[in-house]
């Protein structure tokens, strides 16, 4: 079956501009995650997404960056007046929907392609 | 705070060679581990997960690993390395707790292989 899909695969903008990216997840993969990684800092978890709803949002670096996600599928990192620092490879993962209580999650995080950002 | 350190930057083997990558966690509680592959300009591939049981886990591409409480180890291993096995490798730890589910990653092991 199709795995994580993400567009555009690369994206260059200029600086103070806006850019949106967005995730495909597996099909019936009800949690959502986006990670950064950059030179620097390596892979670092930005949100994660259950369902619709965000309930952790603690990576995400300044309230420049925002996410949301739609119909429980589809999701779109806006990263708003783009800075240098932003440049990186944006990578997003889903996972099927913890096990019931008692039981281990089932969270083998699946990964996308990435979309490569560079800001000028 | 959970964390995860691959001391090795990089390591270079030869075709045919065995291969041990390191890998150390912190975490507070039973930690869920997992070995994930990047070949160059790639995402991220699965090769093997711990989340309970046996302590030797065998993955895809004939990689294993083995997990050591007392250690708080997770070393990957391949007892024959072939050239397509050149990527980076990183170590990770699920934080599961208030509501997240969120993967730390170590910084990763470069491996080159030598023909």
């Known amino acids: 079956g199709a795995g994580v899909s993400q567009s555009p695969s690369n994206k260059v903008t200029e600086k103070g501009k806006d850019v949106e990216l967005r995730c495909d997840p597996i099909?019936?993969?009800?949690?959502l995650y986006w990670y950064r990684q950059s030179l620097g800092q390596g892979l670092e978890f930005l949100i994660y997404?259950?369902?619709?709803?965000?309930?952790?949002k603690s990576g995400l670096p300044s309230d420049r960056f925002s996410a949301e996600r739609t119909g429980g599928s589809v999701s779109t990192l806006t990263i708003q007046r783009t800075q240098q620092e932003d440049s990186a490879v944006y990578l997003c993962a889903s996972s099927l929907a913890r096990g019931l209580a008692g039981v281990r999650p089932a969270n083998e995080q699946f990964f996308g392609p990435g979309t490569r950002l560079t800001v000028l | 705070a959970q964390s995860v350190t691959q001391p090795d930057i990089h390591i270079t083997v030869s075709e045919g060679a065995s291969l041990e990558l390191r890998c150390n966690y912190s975490y507070g509680a039973t930690p869920y581990l997992f070995w994930y592959v990047q070949s160059p300009g790639q995402g991220l591939q699965l090769l093997l997960k711990y989340f309970s049981g046996d302590t030797l886990v065998q993955g895809i591409k004939g990689f294993e690993a083995e997990f050591k409480r007392s250690q708080s180890s997770f070393n990957l291993r391949k007892p024959s390395v072939h050239w397509s096995d050149a990527a980076e490798y990183f170590c990770?730890?699920?934080?599961?707790?208030?509501?997240?589910?969120?993967?730390?990653f170590g910084k990763g092991t470069k491996l080159s292989v030598i023909p």
């Open positions: 990770a730890v699920l934080y599961s707790g208030a509501g997240s589910y969120q993967l730390t």
């Open positions: 997404f259950q369902g619709n709803s965000a309930p952790d």
């Open positions: 099909s019936g993969h009800t949690a």
